[in-house]
Every structure is written in C-alpha cells, then in structure tokens.
C-alpha cells in the first residue's frame, strides 16, 4: 500500500489501475480490493488518481485508462475527485482536482455524462468558502467548450459568473469568473447567446482594475484571456469600445505598474488593431486611443541604456542595454504601423517624431530618428550614429535619383566622417549607407568616386581582426556597389587591385561564421557583372570556393520534443515542430547555397559564351535542385540559370570554342537533360511565383533551341497538361477567397479598410493573371505551339485535346481585353501549328474556323509575324481547309490581310508574297469572285489595300 500511494512514483499506482481495467476477474478483483484499501487515505489516493488519470496514457487506438473502467469503478474515482474538491486545503492539488474533473467530463459528456457534475458545481458557487467557488468557475471555464450541453443553463451561469465578480469577492475566485466569462463567449456559437454577456464588460473591466492594485500575477492571468477574447471575437467589444481601450492604454501608460503588466495591455491593443478580418476598422474610429498608443509605444523606446558593452558587441542586433519595454515598443509600432496604415499613422508620426528629434535627451532623438539631416548630424552619440546610417538605407532604397542628387555632397561627407570614427558598428552602417547611395545615384556618383575610394581600400586591407570581420565583408560590399555604379571604365585599375586582394583572401582559411564567404561571393558577381569579359581570367580561381558553396547539403537534426535541443537558441538554426518531432535546419547554410546559386546566374548571365568550360559542370548541380524543396531562393537560382547555360554553350557551339567531343549532340543530351526535370518539377512546384519562373525558363529554352527538341514530346505535351489543370484549381481557390472577402460584413469599413480589401483582391488578380495573361500562360501556350510543330507522332495522341484546350482559351469572353490579348495571340499562334503539323490527328474542322476568326493577331508582334505567314503559306497552297471548298473564305483572309499589311505585323518578306497573292487572285478569279472580296472590305480597308499594292514592293534582306 505504501508502495502504491508513494506520489514519487506513480507507476506503480499507474499498474493498479490498469489491473481495474482487466476482463480477468482473477486480475481485476485483487486490483479493486487494493484500491478500496487505497481510498482510506483520500489525501494520498486523490493525487495519485490525478497523476494516471491525468497523464497522456492511450492504446493503439487512442483510448484512455479511462474508458476500460467498469462503470462501478469510474463511479467511485468520480465520486473521490468531488469529494477531494470539498476537503483538500491546498489550491495547487484543487486546481489539479479541477483540471481532472474537466478532463474526465469532457470524455464522458457525450457518452454517459455526469449528472452529478453540475448540480454539485452549482452547490460549490452557494458555499461560503472562497476555494469551493474558484474551484467551480475553474471547471466551468474549462468546460466552456461544452457549452451545447450547458444551452438550457446559460441564463443561470450568467447570473453566476456575475455574481462572482462583484467588489466584495475575492480576487482570486474574481478572477476564475473573468476567465470562464471569457471562454464561454468563445464557445457559444449562437450570437444572441453571446449577445447575454456584454452586460458582464464592466465587471471584468472593474475585476482587472481592482486585481491590477493588489496583485499583478493575477491581474495578467486577466490580461492573458482578455488578450484571447480580442483575438477569437474582438467584435463583442464593440459595443463598451471606449471603456475597453480606456483602461488597457491607461494600463500602458502607467510607470507605476510592472512592465509584464504594461506589454500585455500593448498586445492587447494591438491584437485589436489588426483583427481586420474578424472586426474591421474598430481601433481606427477611436483616433484618440490610436494616439496615446503610439505615443506608449514611443516611450516604450527610451527603455534602453548606453550600456559599454553595446560598443564592442558582434552586430547591432545584439541588445546590451535595451530593456523589455523597448523591445515591444520597437516590434509594436511596426504592428501598428501595418495595422492601421499611412492614413493614420503618418500624421501622428509627422506630429510627434520631430519633438523626439529636437530633444537634448540622446534616447529621445535615438527613439525618434526619422528626420534624416538631423540624424546625420548628430555626433553626440553612437547608438543615434548607428541607427542614422540605418536611415539613410531607407531613405535610398525609395529615392529617386534626382532627389538623391540635392543631399549627397552633405550626407557623401557625413559618412565619410562616420567611417574615421573608430566605432565598428558606426563605421559598419556607414558603408552599407555608402554602398546605398552609391546604388542610387548610379554614374553621378564618379565626382564622389576619387574621395571615397582610398577609405574603402583602406579598411578593406586593415580590417584583419576576428571582431572586425563583418567590417572586412561590408567594405567588399560596398566596393563591388560602388564599382557597378560608376562603370568599368572608372573601376578597372582599382578593381584589379581589389581583386587581387579578394583572392588572397580567399586562400585564407576562414572558420564557418565567418560572413566574408557569402559577401564574398555576392562581391565577385558584382565586380563580374561590372567588368564584363575582362572578368575571365579571374574565373579559374573564383570558381572552386563558389561550387562549393553551391553543393553544400542540408543540415537536418530530428528529435523528440522533449529533448534537449542546443540549438534552440542559435540564429544560424530554424526549428520547427511537427508532431511529437523538432526538426531543425541549419538556415546559414542554405543561405550561403543559394547566394552561390544566384552568383553562378550571375556569371552565366554576364561571360555568355565565356562560361563554357563550366557549363556541364554547373548544369549537372542546378538540375536536381529544381526539387530543392527545402528552400525556395536555391529552385528560383536553378531555374533562372538553367535556360542561360544552355544558351552559353549554344554561343560557344556557334562559335567554335567547343571541345571535339561537345558537338550538336551534345548539346540536344543538355536540352533533354534539363527539359526532362524541368517538366517534372513545374507540376510539383508548391510556389505559384516560382511556377510562373519555370514556365518562362521553359519558353527561353525552347527560344534558344527549339530545333534540338528535346525530350519525348508526348510526355512532354502530358506535363504541360497537368500544368494548365494546375492553374484551373489555382484560379477556382482564388475566386473563392474573394468572394469571401467580398461576402464578410461591411458596416464598419471605412476608406482605409476598403482601400485595404481592394489590395486583397488585386493581390488575387496577380494570382489570376498568373495563369490569365503574361509569362505563365503565355509560356504554356507557346510550349503547346512548340509540341504541335516539332512534336511528330509522339503527340498525336494529345492533339484533340490540347486542340480543344487551345479553343476554349481563345473564345473566352475577355480573352482580347488588357493583358489577356498577349496570352490569346499565343494561344492563337499555337492553334495554328496544330492545325498546319498535327492535321491527321483530330478533325481540324473547328479548329480553323476558331483559328481564322480571331485573325489578326495584333498584340504580341513576334507571335503576329509568325501567325500571318503560316497564314499566307496556307493560301499559297491552297489549302482547302482554309480557303472553303468554293473559295468562299477569300474574302476574310483578304480582309485579314487589308489589316496588317501596313504594319510591322508581317515582315517585308511576307508582305512581298501578299502582294504577289493578290495580283494572281485578280488575274485568276472570275469579276464576281473579285467583287465579293472587295465587297467584304470597309471603306478603310479598301484605301489601305490600294495604297499598299501601289508601294513599291520591300527589297530582301541582305545575304548573310
């Protein structure tokens, strides 16, 4: 028996009980005799009982020790919790009490249920001892998500709950009741029933009030389900707003309360701020709270110190000196800001900030920085320094040019001021706002270019040091920045120098956190894209270290949640949790990877057919990673460089550069190669933004060797299927989330919050656009083109409906408004050469009259070219199909032709062939024939075809 009560081991206890849930007799009867001889000691029992019933103990199939009880056992344990709940002393064990009791309840309630449950519940809240009434709003509260059960009782528990929130209760029983308030109205569905609560608002607001005065524990216990509240159903505060806002910013406001208290009445306000989709636009009709909020949160910045350590940290981001509240007035007013838009928020900024900055108080001018020339003048402190630097990157990533041009001989000045300072992370800020504003001003910064060099150079070779390394890689940042701006006509003499000394470095062994490689990496594409082919002879050496990079693998740890996981807390490590698994990744490493991935872009892109000793090479690494699921930026570099390498090692094919052994053929096994995966990976592919990237990688590729065909087309007409079905299932998915958003309650929209919604929805209309018009469905469309006309017998079989899927595109109703009209000419053109390669398979009767009807092809001039003279050569040979059985569709393609012969819609070759075209019609037609196609055109059409014969025809392009 001791062994069994001991609470220090529960198994034992634990086995007892599992003896109670045997069909053995012989199992199950000693069991419930030692279990009888166990509940003569209530104190003990009651808490191993809470222990095993309490703890996560199932079967194969889910169920509980619970459930195997026989009903006479489950009787005694329920009958045991109630009576423990009366007599146990302690509140931390009756609190466990509770928490069993809710937990039995809520398996059993839709099963056998407890009917003895309320009733003793109710007797609870009529007993005179504080501890029996908290005990009872604990089990409601819990039991809150049962509410359907409680329907016929919800006029009674709230007059309850009421009742125990009034001056005299104590506050712990107060506070029960708030908590259980709060879960009710989060459980019941029907809105009328909510709708009883609200008269409980100003007793929850005085609960708070009251509790803040006596006790901050429980008072944030209050904030924490208040907080909840406004998450799940801001709107039931709309009706008692002014009162709900007016206590939490008063809340936030006072510096006599703990800053626990204050940052949870700040998430709060906030929570409320942005519940834009369950209660739009209800903080921004209270302008006054959104005020006095955004000035708690400017105070909330002057939490912070100029602690000595701040001076000598690894990065700005370290937070020696900055208090709690700074760190949630830094993350709240960027909420803010978001949540309630420039409307609002710029002019309480513009009203506010500059007091911030004329203020004598360095942490005054430090929360306030935003008037970027005073901020560059201030000399008085790092810190204000630092974040100055930080301002001026803003301030150029959104200027134009020319107005970058009134401020840089004083801000060129006060960096280069900044960068004698001594103080890394001041000079560190410096040259990322030099490389910024070099970046702006593009070649006007060469009358700078003399100045600011020499400094560059100088701490690029000086910075040695370890805590100088980011220092090192931010002046080869802003160097290679500085370079493209000002050409390499300017940079050459002090780019070779520089990198000469980049591949020094490079030999040097660095250690893993060292930021040079990456800023090194990005540093040599730069200086790449600025030298152009005067960068070859750097490659053998750059090379090596940059295909490294790009096959570093993933580093993946899986554990158990409750292990200890050392990389918790490490910047370099992403953790997530999945199931009863955390699974953490190593993100500096696939940053670094995808930053190689881009460079070799980069290269690709710029040394064309320069790049070729190392385009097998590079095509063998990008080709798997179109798979690469683990990170989005390393698929987005393969698929943005694959069409380039293939192109590099056309140019250098073309022009001789290649090896014996890389002939035609190899470079058709390239194609086949990347096409392969490349149709694989785009059905796969879970990002549309990526989706929409590998559909125009597929139609550059197709552009740069087209004549290779590449792979078996049928497999390849397949893929593209499956991804027009893709795009179908994307489409439906966004229609549906506007007309959700369209469906959602207006009555509280104001201009921002439209303003807003309309951004929602032109957001889905990008979605649309994916696949309506432009790259992706322009690249499908040409990719079906492409099939039809070099495809053979293989696609035969996919000919019907890859016909009929081209006709429905082409008669949609807006098929020829806005930007659809590019993706129609498209799909136009593609209809065509289904019609002209692929006629033996489909009956292709539909599908000319469809072709011919939406003749002329206009909106894409490439497309309109390539349509007119598949047009024309069907006329030269008399097609019968085209033409009519008697001819009867001349007078349409002349029309066609009255159209586009005056513009750049058919090259001068072809039109020469219509001229000779309607010559042979005039000679060789009968006057009838004649009359009826000039009958058919407009009075415009008939000019512009008369004063088009009469021109003299185009001379042919010279011979090449």
């Given at each position: 028996l001791a062994v069994l009560l001991d609470v220090s081991n529960p198994a034992a206890f634990e086995g007892l009980m599992r003896t109670l849930t045997s069909h053995d007799n012989a199992v199950r009867d000693p069991g419930e005799a030692m279990f009888n001889e166990c509940k003569k000691q209530p104190d003990q029992c009651t808490t191993q009982l809470i222990q095993v019933l309490?703890?996560?103990?199932?079967?194969?199939?889910?169920?509980?020790?619970?459930?195997?009880?026989?009903?006479?056992?489950?009787?005694?344990?329920?009958?045991?919790?109630?009576?423990?709940?009366?007599?146990?002393?302690?509140?931390?064990?009756?609190?466990?009490?509770?928490?069993?009791?809710?937990?039995?309840?809520?398996?059993?309630?839709?099963?056998?249920?407890?009917?003895?449950?309320?009733?003793?519940?109710?007797?609870?809240?009529?007993?005179?001892?504080?501890?029996?009434?908290?005990?009872?709003?604990?089990?409601?509260?819990?039991?809150?998500?049962?509410?359907?059960?409680?329907?016929?009782?919800?006029?009674?528990?709230?007059?309850?709950?009421?009742?125990?929130?009034?001056?005299?209760?104590?506050?712990?029983?107060?506070?029960?009741?708030?908590?259980?308030?709060?879960?009710?109205?989060?459980?019941?569905?029907?809105?009328?029933?909510?709708?009883?609560?609200?008269?409980?608002?100003?007793?929850?607001?005085?609960?708070?009030?009251?509790?803040?005065?006596?006790?901050?524990?429980?008072?944030?216990?209050?904030?924490?389900?208040?907080?909840?509240?406004?998450?799940?159903?801001?709107?039931?505060?709309?009706?008692?707003?002014?009162?709900?806002?007016?206590?939490?910013?008063?809340?936030?406001?006072?510096?006599?309360?703990?800053?626990?208290?204050?940052?949870?009445?700040?998430?709060?306000?906030?929570?409320?701020?942005?519940?834009?989709?369950?209660?739009?636009?209800?903080?921004?009709?209270?302008?006054?709270?959104?005020?006095?909020?955004?000035?708690?949160?400017?105070?909330?910045?002057?939490?912070?110190?100029?602690?000595?350590?701040?001076?000598?940290?690894?990065?700005?981001?370290?937070?020696?000196?900055?208090?709690?509240?700074?760190?949630?007035?830094?993350?709240?007013?960027?909420?803010?800001?978001?949540?309630?838009g420039g409307k609002t928020i710029l002019p309480l900024a513009g009203q506010l900030l500059p007091q911030c900055l004329a203020s004598d108080d360095w942490k005054m001018r430090h929360a306030g920085l935003i008037a970027l020339s005073q901020v560059m003048e201030d000399h008085a402190n790092p810190r204000v320094q630092a974040h100055g630097s930080a301002a001026v990157v803003n301030f150029s990533e959104s200027c134009p040019k020319e107005m970058m041009m009134l401020y840089c001989d004083a801000l060129i000045t006060k960096l280069i001021e900044l960068l004698q300072s001594g103080k890394k992370l001041v000079m560190e800020g410096a040259l990322t706002a030099l490389a910024s504003v070099a970046d702006c001003a593009q070649s006007e910064f060469i009358k700078y270019y003399d100045t600011v060099m020499p400094y560059l150079k100088n701490i690029l070779m000086t910075a040695t040091e370890k805590q100088h390394r980011m220092l090192r890689a931010k002046s080869m940042e802003c160097i290679s920045l500085v370079g493209m701006a000002v050409g390499k006509d300017r940079f050459y003499n002090d780019a070779v120098e520089v990198m000469d000394l980049l591949m020094r470095l490079q030999q040097t062994e660095m250690e893993d956190d060292d930021p040079t490689v990456s800023y090194m990496l990005q540093a040599w594409a730069r200086l790449c894209k600025c030298l152009k082919s005067a960068f070859l002879p750097y490659l053998p050496q750059v090379m090596p270290p940059l295909l490294k990079s790009a096959q570093l693998k993933t580093d993946v740890t899986v554990r158990d949640v409750d292990e200890v996981d050392e990389?918790?807390?490490?910047?370099?490590?992403?953790?997530?949790?999945?199931?009863?698994?955390?699974?953490?990744?190593?993100?500096?490493?696939?940053?670094?990877?995808?930053?190689?991935?881009?460079?070799?872009?980069?290269?690709?892109?710029?040394?064309?057919?320069?790049?070729?000793?190392?385009?097998?090479?590079?095509?063998?690494?990008?080709?798997?990673?179109?798979?690469?699921?683990?990170?989005?930026?390393?698929?987005?570099?393969?698929?943005?460089?694959?069409?380039?390498?293939?192109?590099?090692?056309?140019?250098?094919?073309?022009?001789?550069?290649?090896?014996?052994?890389?002939?035609?053929?190899?470079?058709?096994?390239?194609?086949?190669?990347?096409?392969?995966?490349?149709?694989?990976?785009?059905?796969?592919?879970?990002?549309?933004?990526?989706?929409?990237?590998?559909?125009?990688?597929?139609?550059?590729?197709?552009?740069?060797?087209?004549?290779?065909?590449?792979?078996?087309?049928?497999?390849?007409?397949?893929?593209?299927?499956?991804?027009?079905?893709?795009?179908?299932e994307i489409l439906k998915k966004s229609v549906q989330r506007m007309e959700e958003r369209q469906a959602r309650p207006q009555e509280d929209f104001d201009e921002e919050e439209l303003e807003a919604l309309n951004e929602e929805n032109e957001q889905e209309t990008d979605v649309y656009d994916q696949d309506d018009n432009c790259d992706v469905r322009q690249a499908v469309l040409y990719g079906f083109g492409v099939l039809a006309q070099f495809g053979g017998d293989p696609v035969k079989p996919a000919v019907p409906d890859l016909a009929a899927k081209l006709i429905e595109v082409i008669t949609l109703p807006e098929s020829r408004t806005g930007d659809n009209e590019v993706a129609t000419d498209?799909?136009?053109?593609?209809?065509?050469?289904?019609?002209?390669?692929?006629?033996?398979?489909?009956?292709?009767?539909?599908?000319?009259?469809?072709?011919?009807?939406?003749?002329?092809?206009?909106?894409?001039?490439?497309?309109?070219?390539?349509?007119?003279?598949?047009?024309?050569?069907?006329?030269?040979?008399?097609?019968?199909?085209?033409?009519?059985?008697?001819?009867?569709?001349?007078?349409?393609?002349?029309?066609?032709?009255?159209?586009?012969?005056?513009?750049?819609?058919?090259?001068?070759?072809?039109?020469?062939?219509?001229?000779?075209?309607?010559?042979?019609?005039?000679?060789?037609?009968?006057?009838?024939?004649?009359?009826?196609?000039?009958?058919?055109?407009?009075?415009?059409?008939?000019?512009?075809?008369q004063m088009f014969m009469q021109a003299p025809a185009a001379s042919p392009p010279p011979a090449q």
């Open positions: 309490t703890k996560d103990v199932h079967d194969d199939e889910g169920n509980t020790i619970w459930q195997f009880l026989r009903p006479e056992t489950q009787a005694g344990i329920k009958g045991e919790l109630l009576k423990s709940l009366l007599e146990e002393p302690s509140r931390s064990i009756s609190k466990k009490v509770c928490d069993t009791i809710s937990e039995i309840a809520a398996i059993i309630y839709d099963t056998t249920g407890w009917p003895e449950l309320l009733p003793f519940m109710f007797q609870c809240i009529q007993s005179q001892e504080a501890r029996h009434k908290e005990s009872a709003l604990l089990i409601f509260a819990q039991l809150a998500h049962c509410a359907p059960h409680l329907q016929p009782y919800l006029g009674t528990l709230h007059d309850v709950l009421g009742s125990s929130m009034q001056p005299t209760v104590v506050f712990d029983v107060k506070i029960a009741a708030l908590k259980a308030t709060i879960n009710f109205i989060l459980s019941i569905e029907n809105q009328t029933d909510i709708d009883r609560f609200q008269d409980l608002v100003p007793l929850m607001l005085q609960t708070l009030g009251a509790a803040l005065e006596e006790d901050e524990i429980l008072a944030r216990e209050a904030l924490e389900a208040l907080i909840e509240l406004a998450e799940n159903n801001p709107r039931f505060l709309r009706a008692q707003l002014a009162a709900v806002l007016t206590v939490m910013i008063t809340i936030a406001e006072s510096d006599k309360l703990e800053d626990s208290s204050r940052n949870y009445a700040v998430e709060f306000l906030l929570t409320l701020a942005q519940a834009r989709e369950k209660a739009p636009g209800m903080l921004r009709k209270a302008p006054q709270f959104v005020q006095r909020l955004f000035q708690a949160l400017l105070m909330f910045l002057l939490d912070i110190e100029d602690d000595a350590a701040w001076h000598t940290v690894e990065n700005d981001e370290d937070e020696e000196g900055m208090g709690e509240r700074y760190d949630v007035g830094q993350e709240g007013l960027d909420r803010l800001a978001i949540a309630m990389n918790e807390d490490d910047e370099d490590w992403e953790t997530i949790e999945l199931g009863d698994k955390r699974i953490s990744i190593r993100t500096s490493v696939l940053e670094e990877k995808a930053t190689a991935c881009n460079m070799l872009f980069c290269y690709a892109d710029e040394l064309k057919e320069g790049f070729y000793p190392y385009v097998e090479e590079v095509v063998q690494l990008m080709v798997p990673l179109l798979k690469f699921y683990v990170h989005e930026d390393v698929r987005n570099a393969a698929v943005t460089a694959l069409p380039e390498l293939l192109n590099d090692a056309k140019l250098a094919l073309e022009k001789g550069m290649c090896a014996p052994h890389h002939d035609a053929n190899w470079l058709k096994a390239m194609m086949d190669f990347i096409l392969v995966d490349l149709c694989e990976a785009v059905v796969k592919e879970p990002e549309v933004e990526i989706v929409s990237n590998m559909l125009e990688a597929l139609h550059e590729l197709i552009d740069y060797g087209g004549e290779l065909l590449p792979m078996d087309p049928a497999k390849m007409a397949q893929q593209l299927t499956g991804v027009a079905e893709m795009f179908k498209n799909a136009v053109s593609a209809l065509g050469k289904v019609i002209q390669y692929q006629r033996s398979a489909f009956d292709p009767t539909a599908a000319m009259s469809t072709w011919l009807s939406y003749l002329p092809v206009k909106g894409d001039k490439e497309e309109a070219q390539i349509v007119h003279e598949a047009l024309v050569r069907m006329v030269e040979t008399g097609d019968a199909l085209l033409v009519g059985a008697s001819q009867e569709n001349l007078p349409h393609v002349v029309k066609i032709f009255s159209q586009v012969v005056n513009e750049e819609l058919m090259t001068d070759e072809v039109k020469n062939r219509v001229r000779a075209l309607m010559m042979s019609m005039q000679t060789n037609l009968q006057p009838p024939q004649v009359a009826a196609i000039w009958g058919a055109l407009s009075p415009e059409e008939q000019a512009g075809l």
